[in-house]
Antibody, heavy 125, light 107 residues
Framework: EVQLLESGGDLVQPGGSLRLSCAAS????????MTWVRQAPGKGLEWVSG????????YYADSVKGRFTISRDNSKNTLFLQMNSLRGEDTAVYYC??????????????????WGQGTPVTVSS | DIQMTQSPSSLSASVGDRVTITCRAS??????LNWYQHKPGKAPKLLIY???NLQSGVPSRFSGSGSGTDFTLTVSSVQPEDFATYYC?????????FGGGTKVEIK
């Protein structure tokens, strides 16, 4: 059974940093692209970043480009999101998700068939 | 970036009603359109991928159609467990983008 478990969410001050993790199990992790999606309070889903299966391809939303870095450790089946220079508008529940199998599994441009339960990030002084 | 516009933003329906949600892309995205269901405090759930493909385990009352710029999610007979927010997402090009969501509420 595919499982995705996010961790690392916390209360952090504006300008601070946080590293989110997503532990994956139940599938060949390196064979699939992964993504981070967030939902701010009272708002809809917002795509944040995606990474290819080997980590060679990364994409970012304009709202986080230059501040967030996505990475993965395929030996530990773990996805990361390093968040720097955090702002109030980064307050959200952050979800990791696994790419679906239609098309090229390792291409981060795709759809997402399994999601974690999310980890909350609050940026406030 | 490709903008995704969903309508309506909310709707009220009774159990057994037919519900239709539309999603429009700011440019042609072929059939690269996916639909998700999201309930508060839960993980989003994939319903339809590549415009019209039903995800495994999703009830057949859900269906998707469309291509190019205009897409539709239909629930043929809404059940109590279907009251949630629905999002479309384009997978044509990065950055990936979601529609604003459609909240389906009980009438």
């Amino acid at each position: 059974e595919v499982q995705l478990l996010e961790s690392g969410g916390d209360l952090v001050q504006p300008g601070g940093s946080l590293r989110l993790s997503c532990a994956a199990s139940g599938f060949t992790f390196s064979g699939y692209a992964m993504t981070w999606v967030r939902q701010a309070p009272g708002k809809g889903l917002e795509w944040v970043s995606g990474i290819g299966g080997s980590g060679d391809i990364t994409y970012y939303a304009d709202s986080v480009k230059g501040r967030f870095t996505i990475s993965r450790d395929n030996s530990k089946n773990t996805l990361f999101l390093q968040m720097n220079s955090l702002r109030g508008e980064d307050t959200a529940v952050y979800y990791c998700a696994k790419r679906g199998s239609r098309g090229t599994n390792t291409n981060p441009v795709g759809y997402f068939d399994r999601w974690g339960q999310g980890t909350p990030v609050t940026v406030s002084s | 970036d490709i903008q995704m516009t969903q309508s309506p933003s909310s709707l009220s329906a009774s159990v057994g009603d037919r519900v239709t949600i539309t999603c429009r892309a700011s440019q042609s995205i072929s059939d690269s359109l996916n639909w998700y269901q999201h309930k508060p405090g839960k993980a989003p759930k994939l319903l339809i991928y590549v415009a019209s493909n039903l995800q495994s385990g999703v009830p057949s009352r859900f269906s998707g159609s469309g291509s190019g710029t205009d897409f539709t999610l239909t629930v043929s007979s809404v059940q109590p467990e279907d009251f949630a927010t629905y999002y479309c997402q384009q997978s044509y090009s990065a950055p990936l983008t979601f529609g604003g969501g459609t909240k389906v509420e009980i009438k």
